[in-house]
């Protein structure tokens, strides 16, 4: 099966995300090598279209979607990565490119006093974002764009690593949502989908390093800025920027790496 090229992925591509992007939406498993896509408007009962086996390993390549274990067929949701991809797309006609790209605004899924509520949040100004917007003397951006898309893969699978321990607080998996056939989620998918980011999480920390590793869960996931890391670790002023790019750099090769040996497989 040839892959399919940039180009013709991106154009494919586009008429699918636009009915992905939508809440609740799901991809499942409708034959041998077709893929299909429901929405919430028809109750996920119908599909709203059908995708090919070639187009599909072009998400899955490009880690677009996640995997999600629910019983009793598995189903695929855009994930972060995905939903980045699209806004990409979206902003090329936008007067505003980066705003657009990066606006991720989201609703999550709390506890507050033993109630689950459902709050708004926006990410867009976490610490990768803003070394992504200054630009130095080169003129050039203080990291890359693969450098930031690393670092946010590596945030998204600790925030749902994290919330594994509170399956209510996963926002995938919203308290009395129900599937496609009228059955209540079972948190245990949730359970599976911590499981998964943890391995993912602990493979990618262990390829960067011990001298690299604490750097990138400090600002990538817990959000401290660069100052604030110099402080911690008695570093000299400026040398943060420095040690993150090269862990970073590292991320992205294991990232690359992840891909090449799925293509092989």
């Keep these: 099966m040839t892959v399919m090229s940039d180009q013709e992925f991106g154009r494919e591509a586009r008429r699918v995300l636009t009915r992905f992007v939508e809440p609740e939406s799901f991809v499942a498993q409708s034959g041998p090598g077709l893929f299909a896509l429901y929405v919430p408007e028809n109750n996920h009962e119908v599909p709203v279209l059908h995708i090919t086996e070639r187009l599909w390993l072009g998400f899955e390549r490009r880690d677009l979607v996640t995997r999600v274990s629910v019983r009793p067929r598995a189903i695929w949701r855009l994930s972060e990565i995905g939903r980045a991809f699209w806004r990409r797309m979206e902003s090329a006609d936008s007067p505003d490119p980066f705003r657009a790209q990066h606006q991720l605004a989201g609703t999550r899924i709390i506890m507050a006093d033993g109630k689950a509520l459902s709050v708004e949040v926006n990410d867009s100004e976490t610490p990768l974002i803003w070394l992504y917007r200054r630009k130095g003397r080169d003129g050039k951006t203080l990291i890359s764009e693969e450098q930031l898309e690393a670092g946010e893969r590596l945030r998204r699978d600790h925030r749902l690593a994290d919330l594994g321990a509170r399956v209510t607080t996963n926002w995938s998996f919203e308290?009395?949502?129900?599937?496609?056939?009228?059955?209540?989620?079972?948190?245990?998918?949730?359970?599976?989908?911590?499981?998964?980011?943890?391995?993912?999480?602990?493979?990618?920390?262990?390829?960067?390093?011990?001298?690299?590793?604490?750097?990138?869960?400090?600002?990538?996931?817990?959000?401290?800025?660069?100052?604030?890391?110099?402080?911690?670790?008695?570093?000299?002023?400026?040398?943060?920027?420095?040690?993150?790019?090269?862990?970073?750099?590292?991320?992205?090769?294991?990232?690359?790496?992840?891909?090449?040996?799925?293509?092989?497989?």
Excluded: H
């Design 175 to 265: 308290l009395g949502v129900t599937i496609a056939g009228g059955r209540p989620r079972d948190p245990a998918d949730a359970t599976d989908m911590a499981l998964a980011a943890r391995e993912r999480l602990a493979a990618a920390l262990k390829f960067a390093g011990r001298g690299l590793s604490g750097v990138l869960l400090e600002i990538c996931c817990n959000q401290r800025g660069l100052e604030e890391i110099e402080k911690q670790f008695g570093w000299p002023q400026r040398s943060a920027k420095v040690v993150l790019q090269i862990a970073l750099d590292r991320l992205v090769e294991f990232y690359t790496e992840c891909g090449a040996m799925r293509q092989r497989a």
